[in-house]
């Protein structure tokens, strides 16, 4: 069963500009989750998305947005770019049962720089 | 707030020795717990997970041991290898349906030679 995948794998912005990435959960999985990964913050909770809609939300600003579609893939967006959002963002999906006592997956990352 | 917190930022052991990586949690509300691992360029990869209800679990080569009276995590690796280098993370999720996973800063586990 192929894994959780992310395009693009990098980017390369410039400030006030907008990008939106993707991810692709494994194949039955119906939770996906985004977290930002940074050296000083370390691994931050965006949001998680299930049947389309958005679960639950981190501490991030408005800036930070996503969307889940019908096949359970995910897209996230980040409007007006700063220098601050350069970092690898993790999407992992979950098969979504009744319990939250599930692993997540995570996919290799989208690697932002921000110049 | 509240947060999940590793003990060491770095962690040295030779190669065919054990290892032990220490986590304090500090949410109580908190019922499922799960080791990753990270490689440089890498997702974090699953390694293994415990319950609440549990004290302790085991897999291959790695065992995880849950002490909830003080609120404490470890990952034990027997007989660690040179593939066994990365960043170890632990993560927390609160009771419930959501899937909002709190992780600890992370330790590097470096296996010499």
């Known amino acids: 069963k192929a894994g959780v995948t992310q395009t693009p794998r990098y980017l390369i912005k410039t400030r006030g500009q907008q990008v939106t990435l993707s991810c692709s959960p494994i194949?039955?999985?119906?939770?996906v989750s985004w977290y930002q990964q940074t050296p000083g913050q370390g691994l931050q909770f965006l949001f998680e998305?299930?049947?389309?809609?958005?679960?639950n939300k981190g501490n991030f600003p408005g800036r930070f947005s996503g969307r889940q579609f019908s096949n359970s893939r995910s897209e996230m967006n980040v409007s007006t770019l700063e220098l601050g959002d350069s970092a690898l963002y993790l999407c992992?999906?979950?098969?979504?049962?009744?319990?939250?006592?599930?692993?997540?997956?995570f996919g290799p990352g989208t690697r932002l720089l921000v110049l | 707030g509240e947060s999940v917190g590793l003990h060491l930022p770095t962690l040295s052991v030779q190669e065919g020795d054990n290892s032990i990586i220490n986590c304090a949690y500090s949410?109580?509300?908190?019922?499922?717990f799960i080791w990753y691992k990270q490689e440089s360029g890498k997702g974090p990869q699953f390694i293994i997970d415990?319950?609440?209800?549990?004290d302790k679990r085991q897999g291959q080569r790695v065992t995880v041991l849950l002490n909830k009276t003080v609120k404490h995590l470890s990952l034990q690796i027997a007989a660690t290898q040179p593939g066994d280098s990365a960043v170890y993370f632990c993560?927390?999720?609160?009771?419930?349906?959501?899937?909002?996973?709190?992780f600890g800063s992370g330790t590097q586990l470096t296996v010499l030679p």
């Open positions: 992992a999906s979950s098969l979504a049962g009744s319990s939250g006592q599930e692993t997540q997956y």
């Open positions: 194949s039955g999985h119906r939770s």
């Open positions: 998305y299930f049947s389309e809609t958005q679960r």
């Open positions: 949410n109580s509300a908190s019922d499922y």
């Open positions: 415990i319950r609440s209800n549990m």
């Open positions: 993560a927390e999720n609160m009771a419930g349906s959501a899937r909002q996973l709190t």
